[in-house]
Nanobody, 126 residues
Framework: QVKLVESGGGLVQAGGSLRLSCAASGRTSSKYAMGWFRQAPGKERECVAAVSWRGGSTLYADSVKGRFTISRDNAKNTVLLQMNSLKPEDTAVYYC???????????????????WGQGTQVTVSS
């Protein structure tokens, strides 16, 4: 079992930055590929970034490429999402998620993930 707790959300002006953190617990939590998803009101949950279990490969949604960076520290069981040049359209609840299987590559499909955090609100004002 993997438990995920996000932190770091908040209110920021357009053009600003935030760093989200996901603390993972569980004996094998470092063996899972991880992803950051977001869900805005009235919209489907979408993957914005994913990282393989070792951290060697990453994937990004086109809408955040060049602005967001996902990273992980398996020694600390932590996954980070650095968000720069934030836009009002980035406003959403952001969720950390762990893949259903161990030792996987970075994946972006929602159905590939089996463990979810409670979410953290990110609001970008114009």
């Amino acid at each position: 079992q993997v438990k995920l707790v996000e932190s770091g959300g908040g209110l920021v002006q357009a053009g600003g930055s935030l760093r989200l953190s996901c603390a993972a617990s569980g004996r094998t939590s470092s063996k899972y590929a991880m992803g950051w998803f977001r869900q805005a009101p009235g919209k489907e949950r979408e993957c914005v970034a994913a990282v393989s279990w070792r951290g060697g490969s990453t994937l990004y949604a086109d809408s955040v490429k060049g602005r967001f960076t996902i990273s992980r520290d398996n020694a600390k069981n932590t996954v980070l999402l650095q968000m720069n040049s934030l836009k009002p359209e980035d406003t959403a609840v952001y969720y950390c998620a762990a893949d259903k299987i161990q030792y996987g590559d970075a994946r972006i499909r929602l159905q590939d993930y089996g463990y979810w955090g409670q979410g953290t609100q990110v609001t970008v004002s114009s």
